[in-house]
C-alpha cells in the first residue's frame, strides 16, 4: 500500500517520466531531501519503485511494466521519435511493425502516408492504420496475448516468414550496454527475430528509458539494424560502436 498521498503523487510522476530525482522531489513538495529519501525507500521496500543514485525509478529485470503504464510514459519522446520514424518510410513501401507503445506512436504518424502495405501483429496498430484507407493491413495470425493487444506464437513467426519487408520498425523492452536488444517474451522475440531476417531496412524505436531498465532475452544486437530512432543521447562507448556497426541514428 502507499502510504500518503505524497507517495502516491511520487509514483505516477515515476510511471510518466519514468524517472524521479531527490532533490527535484525536495523542491516540488517543499520537504527535506531526508523525507524524499524515506518515501522513496518505502516505495522500494514495496516493489513499486526501484531505487538509483539520485533517486528512483519505474522497477525492470524480468516482468515488464503494465501496458498501459508503457503507453503514458514519455509520451512526449515517443512522438518525436515516431515522427522521424515515420520520415524514413516512403509511400507505397511494405512493413513490418511490432509490439509496443512506441510502434504505435510510428502508426499515428503513418496515417498520411499513401499505398502502404503493414504487417503486423499488434491489434491496436491495425486499429490505429485502419484510419487510413489507402493503407492495405495485414494481421499475422497466432495467439492473442490480453495484456497488449499482441499476437505471438509459431503461426505468427511462420506467417511473418512468407514476406520480404521493405522495413520492418521494431520496438523493444530494453537495450544493453553492449548494444543487445532485449524483451521478457520468448515468443515475442520469435517473431521480431524473423522480421529482421525478412526485411531490407530494420528501424528500431526506442526511448531513453529503454537503456536504464533489463530484459531477459536477446532480439538481436544494434550491429543487426539500420537505424536506431532514440530521444537519447548515446554514451561514447555505444555510440562508437554503433558507428563501427554502420547504424544510423536519428533523430
Not at 509514483?11 to 524515506?38: F, S
Not at 492504420?129 to 499482441?150: M, P, T, Y
Not at 515468443?187 to 531476417?197: C, D, G, L, N, R
Request: proline share 2%; aromatic share 4%.
Amino acid at each position: 500500500m502507499v502510504s500518503n498521498f505524497r507517495q502516491k503523487e511520487i509514483l505516477e510522476l515515476a510511471r510518466q517520466e519514468g524517472k524521479v530525482t531527490v532533490d527535484g522531489l525536495a523542491d516540488l513538495y517543499d520537504v527535506t531531501v531526508q523525507t524524499i529519501r524515506r518515501d522513496l525507500s518505502e516505495l522500494a521496500d514495496s516493489g513499486r519503485l526501484e531505487r538509483v543514485h539520485g533517486g528512483a525509478v519505474v522497477p525492470s529485470g524480468v516482468i515488464n511494466i503494465q501496458y498501459e503504464e508503457r503507453r503514458r510514459l514519455n509520451e512526449t519522446g515517443k512522438k518525436a521519435i515516431a515522427v522521424a520514424c515515420a520520415r524514413e518510410i516512403p509511400n507505397g513501401a511494405s512493413v513490418f511493425m511490432n509490439i509496443g507503445t512506441t510502434t504505435e506512436a510510428v502508426a499515428h504518424e503513418l496515417l498520411d502516408h499513401e499505398n502502404l502495405l503493414v504487417v503486423t501483429n499488434n491489434l491496436n496498430i491495425a486499429n490505429i492504420l485502419s484510419a487510413n484507407h489507402s493503407c492495405e493491413i495485414i494481421l499475422a495470425g497466432g495467439v492473442l496475448r490480453r495484456s497488449d493487444g499482441g499476437i505471438v506464437g509459431g503461426l505468427t513467426m511462420e506467417m511473418v516468414k512468407q514476406f520480404k519487408f521493405d522495413y520492418s520498425v521494431l520496438g523493444c523492452s530494453a537495450i544493453d550496454t553492449d548494444g543487445d536488444i532485449l524483451d521478457f517474451d520468448g515468443q515475442e522475440v520469435m517473431v521480431s527475430s524473423t522480421a529482421i531476417k525478412r526485411s531490407r531496412k530494420v528501424l528500431v524505436v526506442a526511448d531513453h528509458h529503454k537503456f536504464t531498465r533489463k530484459a531477459p532475452l536477446t532480439i538481436c544486437s544494434l550491429a543487426d539494424v539500420t537505424m536506431l530512432v532514440t530521444d537519447f543521447d548515446l554514451p561514447g562507448d555505444l555510440a562508437a560502436k554503433c558507428e563501427t556497426w554502420g547504424v544510423a541514428l536519428a533523430p
